[in-house]
């Protein structure tokens, strides 16, 4: 199976899970096997937030996928991949962290961001949940 993870970096196992799918600028798609990793693919996100919901999804969805782990996202994201059959994770922390957290099944589902096409009176961070 593969799974993706939103980064702000393409520094892979070694990055932070990014706490917006939409604003992210790289996704990392790890291949696992038997409980194990057997690939780690970084790709650009090339689909920053659209309307309607997160364009990211599809940028994100295209490298078959069936899982997601984002710090945080959208209703309109959310309810995509849902129609996509792809689950999605909330995680806050090291991507090497959420893989692992993954692979136990410990991770847990995500909230969307109430602020999400309406500005966010924090200043843009409305994530950070574990």
Known sequence: MKIGI?????EGMK???????????HFLVVGI??????SE???KNED????????AVAGISKYGISHVISGGMGAGAKAKFAAAGITVFGF??????????FI???LGNIEA??????????????????
């Open 48 to 55: 920053t937030h659209g309307g309607g919901g997160c364009a």
């Open 33 to 38: 096997e038997n409980g194990k990793v057997i």
């Open 104 to 106: 136990k099944n410990s």
């Open 15 to 25: 990055g932070t899970v990014s706490q917006h799918l939409g604003q992210c600028t």
């Open 6 to 10: 939103t980064m702000d970096t393409d």
């Open 113 to 130: 961001c109430a602020g999400h096409g309406h500005g966010h009176e924090d200043g843009g961070h409305c994530h950070g949940h574990n």
């Open 92 to 101: 806050s922390g090291s991507v090497k962290d959420a893989v692992a957290g």
């Open 41 to 43: 693919d970084v790709y």
